[in-house]
Every structure is written in structure tokens, then in C-alpha cells.
């Protein structure tokens, strides 16, 4: 589980470099700047409460304890997870027209295939692929890949390391607290406390899953998310 007052989940936003970040009950807009380049982030909004931000939420298990995963699907849409609880939102960007499409419901009432899973009792962190509909899922030390627009598993659920072989001897073989998509193709970041690493997502590569320089900590490249995390409630 993620300790309290760091990264709890991401949705990359359908606008080019921003990304929705969930921490504790709040969340911050970010502009993530330009890969690599220290202190390219930025604050673009917040820090709010969820069901301030998205009143949709207001009355919901995510207003009322936030977000601990997330993926971005189509348009404005995303996955959201709380414990063993989603639902599917449209987070209208730069808009108070956020609605809640489906759920809340429970995961396995969600995604039926994983049911009697580790998954069915909450999500850890999520990685949109380049391929279809495809996304990567992470639950403590498992892995799982699915397709949201046919709803199905695509393959068994493994061990990171199984598919992931760059996160063996890494504190994130274990598992991690978030990650997320960026809008540069297979280019991903992945959160664990006060670290984060950049990663190559390239499905069918040998390359899929190489980490994309060392594990580091949040503040030596993001300036305006040090300022964030560890968030006091």
C-alpha cells in the first residue's frame, strides 16, 4: 500500500503533457515537462480534494478517500479504482463537467475475469500499452495485461518479473504505488514512495520493461511534485 501523502495513482489527460495526480484525498494537475529535463515539471492546479475538483465524486468511496489507481482510456475517459471499488469517469479537462459513466462498482462485478484474483481486491498501479485497447496491471508482486474494449484478460497473470525482466534486483520487483503513460510513445514513469524511474513500455520487444536510466528520487527531476509529495492532510 502506498504511504500516506505520496503519488496513490495517475490519469494522463487527453491534453498533450498533462497528467491528473492522485495523492491521499487530493489530487494536482501537472504539466510533466519535457522528459528528462529537471524541473520541467509544473503546477498547473491544486492541490484539491477529489470531490471538490470532481464534484461527480463528491458522494462516492473516491470523494470520500481518494484515488489508488487509475488508467485513461478513450477521449476524456478513465478507470478509476479505490480498494476493491471503480468506476469508468469522463474527467471533462479544464471543465466542471466530470461525470461518473459507470459504477461505482466492484471490481470483479467490473472486470469479471478477475475474479477469485489478487486483483479483485484492489489495483495497484496501471500502464496504458501502445497496442489497441491494451493496459498493463500491477498488483503487488503480479502482473496482469487486458484489453478494456473487449473486456477480457489477454494473457495469465504472472510475475512482474516474468514479463518485466529490466525490474528484477530493483525495489520495484516487488511491486509499486503508481505509473503512468506519458503522452511520448512506450515512455512511461512508475512511482514508489519518494522515488520514481523512467521506463520503456514496448510491447513484443526485447526493450519492454528496460528502465530508462537509474531509480531516483522525486526530487532531483520534479520540481513542482517535491513541492506535493509527502502531502500533509
Known amino acids: 500500500m502506498t504511504k500516506s501523502g505520496y503519488v496513490n495513482a495517475v490519469i494522463r489527460s487527453s491534453k498533450s503533457n498533462e497528467a491528473y495526480f492522485f495523492i491521499n484525498d487530493k489530487y494536482a494537475l501537472l504539466d510533466y515537462g519535457v522528459t528528462g529535463k529537471s524541473g520541467g515539471d509544473k503546477l498547473l492546479y491544486g ?9 461527480s465524486h463528491a458522494h462516492t468511496i473516491f470523494g470520500s478517500y481518494g484515488i489508488d489507481c487509475a488508467f485513461d482510456t478513450d477521449n476524456n475517459e ?7 471499488f471503480c468506476a469508468l469517469i469522463d474527467y471533462a479537462p479544464h471543465s466542471d463537467k466530470d461525470k461518473i ?29 501502445t497496442v489497441g485497447k491494451e493496459v498493463h496491471l500491477f498488483k503487488g508482486d503480479k502482473y496482469a495485461r487486458i484489453d478494456y474494449g473487449t473486456n477480457r484478460l489477454v494473457q495469465g497473470i504472472l510475475y512482474i518479473t516474468d514479463s518485466f525482466e529490466g525490474f528484477s534486483g530493483t525495489f520495484f520487483e516487488a511491486g509499486m ?4 503513460a506519458t503522452h511520448t510513445a512506450n515512455l512511461a514513469y ?10 520503456s513500455f514496448t510491447p513484443g520487444s526485447s526493450s519492454n520493461g528496460t528502465m530508462l536510466g537509474p531509480v531516483a528520487r522525486i526530487s532531483k527531476h520534479w520540481t513542482a511534485l517535491t513541492a506535493l509529495v509527502p502531502l500533509k492532510n
Open 101 to 129: 459513466i459507470t459504477g461505482p462498482k466492484k471490481i470483479a462485478d467490473m472486470f469479471p475475469f478477475f475474479k477469485g484474483t489478487v486483483f479483485e481486491n484492489g489495483i495497484d498501479a496501471a500502464v496504458r500499452s
Open 78 to 84: 478513465a478507470f478509476i479504482f479505490y480498494e476493491n
Open 190 to 199: 512508475i512511482f514508489k514512495g519518494d522515488y520514481y524511474v523512467a521506463v
Open 177 to 180: 504505488d503508481a505509473a503512468f
Open 47 to 55: 492541490p484539491t480534494l477529489v470531490r471538490d475538483g470532481f464534484k
